[in-house]
């Protein structure tokens, strides 16, 4: 693992180790395993911090997984409630489909409260949450995600997708923000 890494104007630390979590995933695809045999899942991984999650994640699955990219955006809409969410690349129906959302982080919950929304609105016979990161001091979101690899501290992290800026995402492991 690379020692301090800099990126834009800050520094971080080497957090979690690529061995780390590539055991942890391991653990984790096997509970999905148990938890959606025979349910021909659906997998939405979150565009674009959860892309190296749902790649490692996906070489262990024996569920038979579909997968989707999505991206949530926010626009300007017509109505007075100022801005709408929504969901792109979205193709296939959720109806009646085991739908499991793949994040990078969840924070204050915001974002996946948003996505929810969105999803439950397509009727799915399931939605669970899979996340590689939970700030569970800061999360305030409705639904308990229930397949989580790290619970970590109030802290700014970098790295296997997650990115300050924009850069940073290509790191194979987690770094946290020196302060
Ligand atoms: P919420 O608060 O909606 O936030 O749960 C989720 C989104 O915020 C970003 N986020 C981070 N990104 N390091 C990052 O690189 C972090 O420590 C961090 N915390 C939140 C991230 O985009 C996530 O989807
Ligand atoms: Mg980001």
Same mark, same amino acid.
């Given at each position: 693992?690379?020692?301090?890494?800099?990126?834009?104007?800050?520094?971080?630390?080497?957090?979690?180790?690529?061995?780390?979590?590539?055991?942890?995933?391991?653990?984790?695809?096997?509970?999905?395993?148990?938890?959606?045999?025979?349910? %021909?899942? #659906?997998?939405?991984?979150? #565009?674009?911090?959860?892309?190296?999650?749902?790649?490692?994640?996906?070489?262990?699955?024996?569920?038979?997984?579909?997968?989707?990219?999505?991206?949530?955006?926010?626009?300007?809409?017509?109505? @007075?409630?100022?801005?709408?969410?929504?969901?792109?690349?979205?193709?296939?129906?959720?109806?009646?489909r085991?739908?499991?959302?793949?994040?990078?982080?969840?924070?204050?919950?915001?974002?996946?409260?948003?996505?929810?929304?969105?999803?439950? @609105?397509?009727?799915?016979?399931?939605? @669970?949450?899979?996340?590689?990161? #939970?700030?569970?001091?800061?999360?305030?979101?409705?639904?308990?995600?229930?397949?989580?690899?790290?619970?970590?501290? %109030?802290?700014?992290?970098?790295?296997?997708?997650?990115?300050?800026?924009?850069?940073g995402?290509?790191?194979?492991?987690?770094?946290?923000l020196?302060?």
């Amino acid at each position: 693992m690379r020692s301090v890494v800099h990126i834009h104007d800050l520094s971080f630390a080497p957090f979690i180790s690529e061995t780390t979590i590539q055991t942890r995933i391991q653990e984790l695809a096997s509970q999905l395993d148990t938890d959606y045999i025979g349910k %021909d899942p #659906l997998f939405l991984a979150v #565009l674009n911090g959860a892309f190296m999650f749902a790649a490692d994640l996906f070489k262990h699955l024996k569920c038979q997984p579909e997968l989707s990219f999505v991206k949530v955006s926010s626009y300007v809409g017509t109505k @007075s409630s100022g801005r709408v969410d929504e969901l792109i690349g979205l193709q296939t129906s959720l109806k009646k489909r085991h739908v499991i959302v793949i994040e990078d982080i969840l924070d204050t919950g915001v974002t996946m409260d948003k996505i929810f929304t969105l999803l439950e @609105s397509e009727q799915p016979a399931s939605l @669970s949450i899979c996340s590689m990161l #939970l700030k569970p001091y800061s999360y305030k979101g409705k639904h308990q995600p229930k397949y989580i690899g790290f619970e970590i501290e %109030d802290q700014f992290v970098v790295g296997y997708g997650l990115d300050y800026k924009e850069h940073g995402r290509e790191l194979p492991a987690v770094y946290q923000l020196i302060r």
